[in-house]
Every structure is written in structure tokens, then in C-alpha cells.
T-cell receptor, first 107, second 113 residues
Framework: QKEVEQNSGPLSVPEGAIASLNCTYS??????FFWYRQYSGKSPELIMS????GDKEDGRFTAQLNKASQYVSLLIRDSQPSDSATYLC???????FGQGTTLQVKP | DAGVIQSPRHEVTEMGQEVTLRCKPI?????LFWYRQTMMRGLELLIY????????DSGMPEDRFSAKMPNASFSTLKIQPSEPRDSAVYFC???????????FGSGTRLTVV
């Protein structure tokens, strides 16, 4: 079992819709969880971090963490074409990355 | 701050040659990480340093790979001899402290022919 698993997608949503990206992890001791966005040909950039169970909101982005289920998700509200990218889930201090989910937002 | 600075941006070399990738972390960041990214394997952690000391190099694929951090503002990743399967984008990232997210450099795209 991989340490961090994501559906590679692509996930396609219409402009203005909610995009839901999911990630599961195997290490129950994980304490820190991050979402990175990577545009094609660019480096990953940190968009959200979450450390406690529950929801954390930042603008159009909401990260959700459920440690009991070993599950972390990212919701993007009012999706825009500029949100089209690969979203990478990462865990712990020594970041282990999932394979990433490609999101396509269609105008 | 200029962010994490990597050089060169692109490197094309012939199989068997030595390749050296360079990284300057953000000032004040105690942790430095080297990653490799390919379509097949995604982002793989190669090695990371804390206060210039290598902490975990279990991701270094072979003895052909070596990394150093002689001071807080500079690190190198060396491949000798290089092979075509080393072709990838190599990222350097730094972090201020434990538990914080990383800031990535722009990466070095390495092509070994």
C-alpha cells in the first residue's frame, strides 16, 4: 500500500462548480497535511496546510481532515479555468507526496 | 526574498558524464530537501538536510548520486556517471521548521542522452 494515495484523474468540472479532491494515507501517526498545486511545467506551490481534524477554509479553498478515517480532502468552490492544474497531497514533516490529481475546469 | 534558487534550469548531458545541480535555500530555513519528479514515479524524496546535516538519504537511488550541503546557503546534488534513466526534473525545497510546508525552487530539467 502506498503511503499517500490519490486518484490521478483527470477530474473534470464545469466553471463555477465545486471540485472535490481526495487523498488517503497509511501512517496513523501523521500530524501535518498539505495540499500543493502544480501547473504544467512549474514547481509545486503550497496552497493549504491542515493539522487538526475538521475543516479549514481559505478563500475558495477548504481543506478537510479526518484522522480516524485517514482521509484528507480539498474542496475548491466556484472553480475557475485558472484552477486547472495537478493537485498534490502531502503528509508529515518529511513530505511524502501522492501522485497528484489532475483537475480540468471547463469554461 | 528571492525564494529557493536552483541552477541550471535545464541541463542536457551525455551518458557517463558528471552532472551537478545547485540549490540556494531561503535564508533562515533550517531544512533542505531534494526531490526528483517523473511522470511514472511522481515526486520522490531523495535526501534531506537539517542544519546542513544529512538526515535521511534513503531515497537516493544509487551510489551514483551524492548530495552535500557545505553551508546554510548552498547545496549540491551530483550524479556521476549519469544515465538516461536519470532524466527527470529535480527540485530543491526548503522549510523554516518542522511541521511547516515547503517552498520549492523552479527545478532543473535534466536530460541524459
Amino acid at each position: 500500500q502506498k503511503e499517500v494515495e490519490q486518484n490521478s484523474g483527470p477530474l473534470s468540472v464545469p466553471e463555477g462548480a465545486i471540485a472535490s479532491l481526495n487523498c488517503t494515507y497509511s501512517d496513523r501517526g501523521s500530524q501535518s497535511f498539505f495540499w500543493y498545486r502544480q501547473y504544467s511545467g512549474k514547481s509545486p506551490e503550497l496552497i493549504m496546510s491542515i493539522y487538526s481534524n475538521g475543516d479549514k477554509e481559505d478563500g475558495r479553498f477548504t481543506a478537510q481532515l479526518n484522522k480516524a478515517s485517514q482521509y484528507v480532502s480539498l474542496l475548491i468552490r466556484d472553480s475557475q479555468p485558472s484552477d486547472s492544474a495537478t493537485y498534490l497531497c502531502a503528509i508529515t514533516g518529511k513530505l511524502i507526496f501522492g501522485q497528484g490529481t489532475t483537475l480540468q475546469v471547463k469554461p | 526574498d528571492a525564494g529557493v534558487i536552483q541552477s541550471p534550469r535545464h541541463e542536457v548531458t551525455e551518458m557517463g558524464q558528471e552532472v551537478t545541480l545547485r540549490c540556494k535555500p531561503i535564508s533562515g530555513h533550517d531544512y533542505l530537501f531534494w526531490y526528483r519528479q517523473t511522470m511514472m514515479r511522481g515526486l520522490e524524496l531523495l535526501i534531506y538536510f537539517n542544519n546542513n546535516v544529512p538526515i535521511d538519504d534513503s531515497g537516493m537511488p544509487e551510489d551514483r548520486f551524492s548530495a552535500k550541503m557545505p553551508n546554510a546557503s548552498f547545496s549540491t546534488l551530483k550524479i556521476q556517471p549519469s544515465e538516461p534513466r536519470d532524466s527527470a526534473v529535480y527540485f530543491c525545497a526548503s522549510r523554516e521548521r518542522e511541521g511547516y510546508g515547503y517552498t520549492f525552487g523552479s527545478g532543473t530539467r535534466l536530460t541524459v542522452v
